[in-house]
T-cell receptor, first 114, second 113 residues
Framework: EPEVTQTPSHQVTQMGQEVILRCVPI?????FYWYRQILGQKVEFLVS????????KSEIFDDQFSVERPDGSNFTLKIRSTKLEDSAMYFC????????????FGPGTRLLVL | AQSVTQLGSHVSVSEGALVLLRCNYS??????LFWYVQYPNQGLQLLLK??????LVKGINGFEAEFKKSETSFHLTKPSAHMSDAAEYFC???????????FGTGTKLQVIP
């Protein structure tokens, strides 16, 4: 069964460093999403992406964040200058088409900012 | 603005008993409603969703939820709990499909043998 994959599974970085989290959505999917879950807290929507541009973003998704689909398969989330409070589990998700479709999630990347 | 309240951060049921996880929402427009499940050390999985139409929604693994507009509720049920149902369940609401989804704080379901 096709699945969404994410790399790395864990990343530790120093505050102020840039990180890139990678996701490979299911191959025929067109809509892509990033969410995060701070330990012990609820899941939060970050951004949605369609047709090579951001379609929606939350208040969390400030200028420190960016997304890109550089090569037609990868979907990346970049955090330019990490802060301690960026420590969280980051989930990528994708769907093929509209709301009638099922959304599939990756296993997540656990980011720890020291 | 939209919000979700999940009543009970932890729920315990006996194997074979009814599962009822409560969710109330607030939305300024007709909502889209979702239930997700997260198994230990895994990502999220969509259980079911309500968009429009039939208010009783059936999902995977025998779960279903009923949209009750008058009660602003979207409770998740399963007639008979299985040990494999032990997980954390998140209710979520949006005003625009999968975009800008607001999640609840989650309910951890424990199934007792």
């Amino acid at each position: 069964e096709p699945e969404v994959t994410q790399t790395p599974s864990h990343q530790v970085t120093q505050m102020g460093q840039e990180v890139i989290l990678r996701c490979v959505p299911i191959s025929n999917h067109l809509y892509f999403y990033w969410y995060r879950q701070i330990l012990g807290q609820k899941v939060e929507f970050l951004v949605s992406f369609y047709n090579n541009e951001i379609s929606e973003k939350s208040e969390i998704f400030d200028d420190q964040f960016s997304v890109e689909r550089p090569d037609g398969s990868n979907f990346t989330l970049k955090i330019r200058s990490t802060k301690l409070e960026d420590s969280a589990m980051y989930f990528c998700a994708s769907i093929r088409g509209g709301l009638q479709e099922t959304q599939y999630f990756g296993p997540g990347t656990r980011l720890l900012v020291l | 603005a939209q919000s979700v309240t999940q009543l009970g951060s932890h729920v315990s049921v006996s194997e074979g008993a009814l599962v009822l996880l409560r969710c109330n929402y607030s939305s300024s427009v007709p909502p889209y409603l979702f239930w997700y499940v997260q198994y230990p050390n895994q990502g999220l999985q969509l259980l079911l969703k309500y968009t429009t139409g039939a208010t009783l929604v059936k999902g995977i693994n025998g779960f279903e939820a009923e949209f009750k507009k008058s009660e602003t509720s979207f409770h998740l049920t399963k007639p008979s709990a299985h040990m494999s149902d032990a997980a954390e369940y998140f209710c979520a609401v949006s005003e625009g499909g999968y975009q800008k989804v607001t999640f609840g704080t989650g309910t951890k379901l424990q199934v007792i043998p």
